[in-house]
């Protein structure tokens, strides 16, 4: 197989590494965190400033997202919004191409 041959008279720039790179918040996809920050504080709202809601918050902030959200963003940042997305689909469709196809009288 022959060697593809790099255009010479096109121009080269540079992209910084920050402008490519997923923007994360602890480790964890952006959009996931605040989620989490979310709930959070709707506890402390609901639950009212005692030691067994901080201890719940502790336990959300400190195990669940290390455990369990920082290696899903490492291994895919944008697990959360494919995820999204997926929800957003049906399970199944009908076989109609659209919903402006006429049926054929038979």
Not at 77 to 98: C, D, E, G, K, N
């Amino acid at each position: 197989m022959d060697r593809v041959e790099r255009r010479r008279d096109l121009a080269e720039t540079p992209v910084h590494p920050s402008l490519t790179r997923p923007i994360l918040m602890g480790g964890v996809e952006k959009d996931l965190a605040m989620l989490e920050i979310l709930l959070g504080g709707a506890i402390l709202a609901l639950a009212g400033p005692s030691l067994a809601t901080f201890a719940i918050l502790a336990l959300i902030v400190f195990a669940i997202n290390p455990l369990l959200l920082a290696p899903l963003a490492e291994r895919d940042p944008q697990a959360f919004a494919v995820y999204l997305r997926h929800i957003q689909y049906l399970p199944s469709y009908p076989a109609a191409s659209t919903h402006h196809t006429s049926l054929r009288n038979r």
